[in-house]
């Protein structure tokens, strides 16, 4: 049976969503215990993993058949390409909810630690940027992806402030060194499901408006290089 492009566009939108939802509910649950230190909520995060991978395959087969069946322009073409990058996003946050999983049962024990660091702040902040990058697609709303690119600063500076809090608990008592270390890889992954929410609002923007602005700040102000660099 023959479909024509529109429709194709409209499956292809509809399984990104669907994936998106898994997604969420994926992160949703490990911030949950990452606040209340009820681990078992995490249950299921990995096997709903199989079911992102799932859509992940099929929404790159079917940008591919787009691609080669229609030759998509303007508008079509930049939403195939940026439901590529995004579905890619996507699948990433789906494996970081598990990573979180895991090295949060590794400092279950140490619930108090991970609000005192303020890492369940971090964690509400970058899960809030990610169901916010996700309506920003679903609502093609510019605005909204914008606030989202905003708030990584916020999430990026709570990094550094975790970061230098648990080191310095690793430095004062040597039995946090373990728990610590697991919450400091555990806050990395937090800070990059904040940069694909970030990847994904980005995304959008290139869809509706057109605009390329990945790696802005990076490159409008490249880092400067030392004068006598260390040999």
């Given at each position: 049976?023959?479909?024509?492009?529109?429709?194709?566009?409209?499956?292809?939108?509809?399984?990104?969503?669907?994936?998106?939802?898994?997604?969420?509910?994926?992160?949703?649950?490990?911030?949950?215990?990452?606040?209340?230190?009820?681990?078992?909520?995490?249950?299921?995060?990995?096997?709903?993993?199989?079911?992102?991978?799932?859509?992940?395959?099929?929404?790159?087969?079917?940008?591919?058949?787009?691609?080669?069946?229609?030759?998509?322009?303007d508008a079509n073409l930049r939403f195939i390409l940026s439901t590529l990058i995004i579905n890619n996003q996507l699948e990433r946050c789906g494996d970081i909810a598990i990573n979180v999983a895991q090295r949060l049962k590794k400092a279950e024990a140490h619930n108090e630690l991970i609000l005192e660091a303020r890492i369940y702040e971090m964690g509400q902040n970058a899960r809030k940027m990610l169901k916010q990058s996700i309506d920003s697609f679903i609502y093609q709303d510019s605005d909204l992806a914008m606030l989202v690119i905003q708030s990584?600063?916020?999430?990026?500076?709570?990094?550094?402030?975790?970061?230098?809090?648990?080191?310095?608990?690793?430095?004062?008592?040597?039995?946090?060194?373990?728990?610590?270390?697991?919450?400091?890889?555990?806050?990395?992954?937090?800070?990059?499901?904040?940069?694909?929410?970030?990847?994904?609002?980005?995304?959008?923007?290139?869809?509706?408006?057109?605009?390329?602005?990945?790696h802005r700040k990076k490159l409008e102000n490249p880092p400067k290089e030392p004068d006598n660099p260390k040999s």
């Open positions: 049976m023959k479909t024509d492009l529109n429709t194709e566009i409209e499956s292809l939108k509809t399984n990104l969503i669907k994936m998106a939802s898994i997604v969420d509910e994926q992160v949703e649950r490990v911030i949950y215990a990452l606040e209340t230190g009820e681990v078992n909520h995490c249950k299921g995060v990995r096997a709903r993993d199989l079911e992102v991978d799932a859509y992940d395959n099929l929404i790159q087969t079917q940008c591919e058949n787009l691609l080669t069946l229609f030759q998509p322009l990584d600063d916020k999430v990026d500076q709570l990094n550094k402030e975790t970061f230098k809090f648990l080191v310095k608990k690793m430095e004062t008592d040597v039995k946090l060194i373990e728990p610590c270390a697991h919450l400091l890889i555990l806050t990395r992954n937090l800070e990059r499901l904040a940069d694909h929410a970030t990847n994904i609002a980005e995304n959008l923007l290139f869809f509706v408006d057109g605009k390329i602005i990945s």
